[in-house]
């Protein structure tokens, strides 16, 4: 397993729990170094990221040893006189020109429902279209729940999948996802350890709306505590049990950066039970299901 960074924040204002708002590109520039000192290599954007693709595109060291996994745009910005083959073979043309790349390690579809619908066969042949041209290493897709999984992998072969688990949202562990892409040898990419930053802050500083699980929140970080383990310990513990391939995590500054690094290292369950701190509510484990005042949205 290793460590990627989410470039989300690079280009848009993302985290429940970011203050600072998007890095300056010399900013940007000092991260994307330090990842190549520390070996994080996995890239993670998308054309749906704001400005994400350009400040990478302006900010990639030449020749640096990255692998870029990048996603098409959602379909339902598609107009209706653009077929979706259109929509994903210019899409991914435009990324590549913001990136200043000749190819990408994936493309993932960014919502696998995408696949799911009147369009996927049309979506997938353009995947694999691009595929064996060389321009995409993989293909795959971005799921948010595991019936989406689940029926993207009865109809397509995928090469790589990228999922949400954190030690709130462990529903694709107890539904039986994780274990399936496992056995079918998808590479696995996880993101939203941190739930947006959630699981960072201090609960009782955390917005209201999320009052009614302060005491999950909290009965998570005393047994950190317990055990000796900082919160990005303790995030990246849950992380490194799931066997996955990679875990994304996204930063707005170096410092931040070395801090996951670290804390990556370290990080170890130490006789954690993490199955009870799961809940089911989507209201809480599904970000686009907050509903939070002005200031916390992205």
């Not at 290599?41 to 749906?48: G, K, M, W």
């Not at 995030?235 to 799931?242: E, I, K, M, N, Y």
Request: hydrophobic letters at 45%.
């Amino acid at each position: 397993m290793q460590l990627g960074l989410g470039t989300v924040q690079f280009g848009l204002n993302y985290g429940v729990s970011n203050t600072e708002g998007r890095p300056s590109e010399e900013e940007v520039r000092r991260i994307l170094a330090l990842a190549v000192e520390r070996r994080v290599h996995v890239l993670d954007t998308a054309a749906a990221y704001g400005a994400s693709e350009i400040v990478l595109g302006r900010c990639l060291p030449r020749n640096a040893p990255f692998r870029v996994v990048t996603k098409t745009r959602p379909l339902r910005e598609c107009p209706d006189t653009v077929g979706a083959t259109a929509w994903v073979r210019d899409g991914f043309v435009q990324s590549l020109d913001r990136l200043g790349l000749e190819s990408v390690d994936a493309l993932l579809v960014h919502h696998a429902c995408d696949l799911l619908g009147p369009f996927g066969d049309e979506m997938y042949t353009e995947l694999m279209v691009i595929k064996q041209s060389g321009r995409a290493a993989k293909i795959g897709f971005s799921a948010y729940n595991g019936f989406d999984i689940d029926a993207a992998l009865d109809r397509y072969e995928i090469d790589l999948v990228q999922i949400p688990l954190n030690v709130l949202d462990q529903r694709l562990l107890l539904g039986g996802q994780m274990a399936r892409l496992q056995q079918r040898g998808v590479e696995i990419h996880v993101r939203s350890v941190f739930l947006q930053g959630l699981l960072l802050m201090d609960p009782m500083t955390a917005p209201e709306y999320f009052a009614p699980i302060r005491p999950k929140l909290l009965a998570w970080q005393q047994a950190l505590k317990d055990r000796g383990l900082t919160p990005t310990q303790g995030a990246f513990a849950f992380a490194r049990s799931l066997g996955a391939d990679v875990v994304l995590a996204g930063v707005v500054k170096t410092s931040q950066l070395e801090v996951n690094c670290e804390d990556f290292r370290l990080a170890r369950g130490k006789d954690l039970d993490f199955s009870g701190f799961a809940l089911n509510d989507e209201i809480y484990v599904n970000p686009s299901r907050w509903k939070l005042p002005a200031r916390f949205k992205v």
